[in-house]
């Protein structure tokens, strides 16, 4: 057996108060970018563990550390957001030429992957 050390990441709740703001958006924008140590408070409030970092001991070349992943659905969200960029224009251009102008399941599919798409790159901006 090998002896690791284990750095673990997870949700936590930072407390910022007094942050001045245009907007609520603005306010949050600000406080993430603040270092963790400027918090008034650190809570773990029992925050989903996101990932680790893991490495054995003894091996400072990393050669044999491993980030493991333990929500899937984030590890793959980039790869999703592709894929739907790439959908986009397709479906477009499948409703504009009205091969399925009434069909109302591919509009309803084309308006959510549009809003989809714009909610991703709004919360990146």
Known sequence: MKTYNVHIYREMRLFFPGVVASTAEEAARLAAEMPSEAARALEDCDGENL????GVIGREDCQQSRMIDFDPVRAI??????????????????????????????RLALDHVASVIAKAHAQTA
């Open 51 to 54: 990932a680790a970092l893991v």
């Open 77 to 106: 969200a980039p790869d999703i957001l592709t894929v739907l960029a790439l959908a986009l224009p397709i479906l477009q251009e499948v409703v504009s030429a009205e091969l399925l102008s009434d069909n109302s399941t591919a």
